[in-house]
Protein backbone atom coordinates (compact mmCIF):
# COMPACT_ATOMS: atom_id res chain seq x y z
CA UNK A 1 0.00 0.00 0.00
CA UNK A 2 2.75 2.28 0.81
CA UNK A 3 4.46 1.92 -2.69
CA UNK A 4 0.80 2.67 -4.16
CA UNK A 5 0.33 5.57 -2.46
CA UNK A 6 3.65 7.05 -2.99
CA UNK A 7 3.55 6.29 -6.49
CA UNK A 8 0.45 7.90 -6.97
CA UNK A 9 1.97 11.26 -4.94
CA UNK A 10 4.83 11.24 -7.75
CA UNK A 11 2.21 11.05 -10.37
CA UNK A 12 0.22 14.00 -9.00
CA UNK A 13 3.71 15.73 -8.70
CA UNK A 14 4.29 15.35 -12.59
CA UNK A 15 1.18 16.23 -13.52
CA UNK A 16 0.88 19.55 -11.43
CA UNK A 17 4.65 20.45 -12.75
CA UNK A 18 3.49 19.66 -16.29
CA UNK A 19 0.44 21.69 -16.18
CA UNK A 20 2.49 24.91 -15.52
CA UNK A 21 4.10 24.39 -18.64
CA UNK A 22 3.23 25.53 -22.25
CA UNK A 23 2.63 23.64 -25.32
CA UNK A 24 6.72 24.77 -26.33
CA UNK A 25 7.73 23.16 -22.93
CA UNK A 26 8.60 26.47 -21.22
CA UNK A 27 6.70 27.35 -17.84
CA UNK A 28 3.56 29.57 -18.15
CA UNK A 29 3.81 32.44 -15.54
CA UNK A 30 0.80 32.49 -13.00
CA UNK A 31 -1.61 34.89 -12.58
CA UNK A 32 0.32 35.94 -9.35
CA UNK A 33 3.45 35.77 -10.66
CA UNK A 34 2.14 38.22 -13.42
CA UNK A 35 0.03 40.22 -10.83
CA UNK A 36 3.29 40.47 -8.53
CA UNK A 37 5.21 42.25 -11.46
CA UNK A 38 2.46 44.21 -11.74
CA UNK A 39 2.91 45.51 -7.75
CA UNK A 40 6.98 45.41 -8.43
CA UNK A 41 6.64 48.22 -11.24
CA UNK A 42 3.56 50.50 -9.30
CA UNK A 43 5.68 50.29 -5.81
CA UNK A 44 8.50 52.14 -6.63
CA UNK A 45 6.63 55.25 -7.75
CA UNK A 46 7.10 58.05 -5.40
CA UNK A 47 4.33 59.86 -3.81
CA UNK A 48 4.34 63.72 -5.13
CA UNK A 49 4.29 65.47 -2.07
CA UNK A 50 6.48 63.13 0.05
CA UNK A 51 10.10 61.58 -0.54
CA UNK A 52 8.44 58.45 0.21
CA UNK A 53 7.12 55.56 -2.40
CA UNK A 54 3.64 54.39 -2.66
CA UNK A 55 4.46 51.23 -1.23
CA UNK A 56 6.36 53.07 1.74
CA UNK A 57 3.05 55.19 2.37
CA UNK A 58 0.88 52.04 2.14
CA UNK A 59 -0.77 53.88 -0.56
CA UNK A 60 0.20 50.64 -2.74
CA UNK A 61 0.28 46.69 -1.40
CA UNK A 62 0.13 43.50 -2.92
CA UNK A 63 -3.42 42.92 -2.62
CA UNK A 64 -4.17 46.13 -4.52
CA UNK A 65 -3.41 44.31 -7.54
CA UNK A 66 -6.02 41.98 -9.08
CA UNK A 67 -5.32 40.37 -12.94
CA UNK A 68 -8.42 39.01 -15.05
CA UNK A 69 -7.40 36.77 -18.22
CA UNK A 70 -9.13 38.21 -21.25
CA UNK A 71 -7.62 35.95 -23.85
CA UNK A 72 -4.75 33.99 -23.99
CA UNK A 73 -2.20 36.90 -24.44
CA UNK A 74 -4.05 39.68 -23.09
CA UNK A 75 -5.06 40.91 -19.04
CA UNK A 76 -7.30 43.31 -17.51
CA UNK A 77 -5.29 44.88 -14.55
CA UNK A 78 -7.24 46.31 -11.45
CA UNK A 79 -5.76 48.42 -9.31
CA UNK A 80 -7.64 49.71 -6.16
CA UNK A 81 -5.30 52.27 -4.20
CA UNK A 82 -5.73 53.58 -0.63
CA UNK A 83 -4.64 57.98 -0.75
CA UNK A 84 -2.79 58.44 2.85
CA UNK A 85 -5.50 60.62 3.80
CA UNK A 86 -9.51 61.00 3.18
CA UNK A 87 -8.99 64.52 1.41
CA UNK A 88 -5.63 63.72 -0.36
CA UNK A 89 -5.63 66.56 -2.65
CA UNK A 90 -3.47 64.46 -4.78
CA UNK A 91 -5.21 61.34 -5.47
CA UNK A 92 -5.84 61.87 -9.23
CA UNK A 93 -2.04 62.69 -9.75
CA UNK A 94 -1.53 59.24 -7.48
CA UNK A 95 -3.51 57.78 -9.98
CA UNK A 96 -2.11 58.99 -13.21
CA UNK A 97 1.43 58.14 -12.08
CA UNK A 98 0.36 54.77 -11.74
CA UNK A 99 -1.36 54.91 -15.12
CA UNK A 100 1.62 56.10 -16.59
CA UNK A 101 4.37 53.87 -15.26
CA UNK A 102 2.13 50.70 -15.96
CA UNK A 103 1.91 51.56 -19.77
CA UNK A 104 5.48 52.23 -20.50
CA UNK A 105 6.73 49.33 -18.30
CA UNK A 106 4.47 46.30 -18.50
CA UNK A 107 5.73 43.82 -21.20
CA UNK A 108 2.10 41.81 -21.87
CA UNK A 109 -0.67 43.33 -23.92
CA UNK A 110 -3.29 44.68 -20.78
CA UNK A 111 -6.02 47.07 -20.01
CA UNK A 112 -6.08 48.57 -17.13
CA UNK A 113 -8.77 49.89 -14.81
CA UNK A 114 -7.27 52.18 -11.89
CA UNK A 115 -9.77 52.78 -8.39
CA UNK A 116 -9.75 54.44 -5.25
CA UNK A 117 -10.31 51.81 -2.59
CA UNK A 118 -14.04 52.34 -1.69
CA UNK A 119 -14.26 54.64 1.48
CA UNK A 120 -10.77 55.57 1.24
CA UNK A 121 -11.48 59.10 -0.53
CA UNK A 122 -14.20 61.61 0.29
CA UNK A 123 -14.83 62.19 -3.37
CA UNK A 124 -13.29 58.64 -5.12
CA UNK A 125 -16.20 57.94 -7.53
CA UNK A 126 -15.42 61.48 -9.38
CA UNK A 127 -11.57 60.77 -9.01
CA UNK A 128 -12.30 57.15 -10.59
CA UNK A 129 -13.90 58.62 -13.17
CA UNK A 130 -10.55 61.13 -14.30
CA UNK A 131 -7.92 58.54 -13.67
CA UNK A 132 -9.90 56.37 -16.40
CA UNK A 133 -10.73 58.69 -18.80
CA UNK A 134 -8.23 58.15 -21.56
CA UNK A 135 -9.04 62.03 -22.78
CA UNK A 136 -8.33 63.20 -19.68
CA UNK A 137 -5.16 61.82 -19.03
CA UNK A 138 -3.89 62.80 -22.40
CA UNK A 139 -4.96 66.50 -21.71
CA UNK A 140 -3.12 66.11 -18.27
CA UNK A 141 -0.11 64.72 -19.97
CA UNK A 142 0.17 68.05 -22.39
CA UNK A 143 0.57 70.11 -19.47
CA UNK A 144 4.75 70.44 -19.20
CA UNK A 145 4.73 71.18 -15.29
CA UNK A 146 1.94 68.23 -14.77
CA UNK A 147 4.30 66.03 -17.04
CA UNK A 148 7.25 66.94 -15.10
CA UNK A 149 5.62 65.65 -12.00
CA UNK A 150 4.82 62.82 -13.13
CA UNK A 151 8.42 61.94 -14.72
CA UNK A 152 9.88 62.85 -11.42
CA UNK A 153 6.92 60.37 -9.48
CA UNK A 154 7.57 57.38 -11.72
CA UNK A 155 11.71 57.44 -12.57
CA UNK A 156 13.40 55.07 -11.32
CA UNK A 157 15.59 55.18 -7.84
CA UNK A 158 18.59 55.24 -9.92
CA UNK A 159 17.69 57.66 -13.09
Given amino acids: MEIVSSLVSSVVTTVFQLSRLGRNGMRVRTMDEKALDVYDVIRSIRDPEKP ?43 GLCIQVKLQRCLPFKHKLEIYISEGTHSIEEDINKQINDKERIAAAMENPNLREIVEQCVAEPDD
Avoid: G
Wanted: charged share 30%.
Fill in 52 to 94: NTLEELDVVTEECVELKELSEDEYLIIIKFSPTVPHCSLATLI
